[in-house]
């Protein structure tokens, strides 16, 4: 897969952590995208590292996508725990 591949993929998994992890964010829709892509990045690399799954130039491998979105909510909550309360709502 190439870098537009996880790039559309990180963004696609950020949105879907968005929906199941609704609420507000202190970064809004731009932030959320960005924990999105650095979410699929990260989800990846612990998937290859440590799960033993090597990463796979296929785009619709359902264990790809399970990564990408695993590592968007664990950032999101992680983003929302340090910078939640830092705008009034």
């Known amino acids: 897969m190439t870098i537009i591949g996880w790039l559309v993929l990180g963004l696609l998994a950020g949105a879907v952590a968005k929906i199941l992890l609704p609420g507000r964010d202190?970064?809004?829709l731009v932030g959320t995208t960005l924990i999105g892509i650095a979410g699929a990045f990260i989800g990846?690399?612990?998937s290859?590292?440590?799960l033993d799954r090597e990463i796979t130039s296929d785009f619709y491998d359902g264990?790809?996508?399970a990564a990408a979105i695993g590592g968007s909510l664990v950032l999101l909550i992680i983003y929302r725990l340090l910078f939640g309360h830092s705008r009034s709502r």
């Open 26 to 28: 202190p970064g809004g």
């Open 44 to 46: 990846g690399w612990i």
């Open 48 to 50: 290859s590292r440590w």
């Open 63 to 65: 264990a790809t996508w």
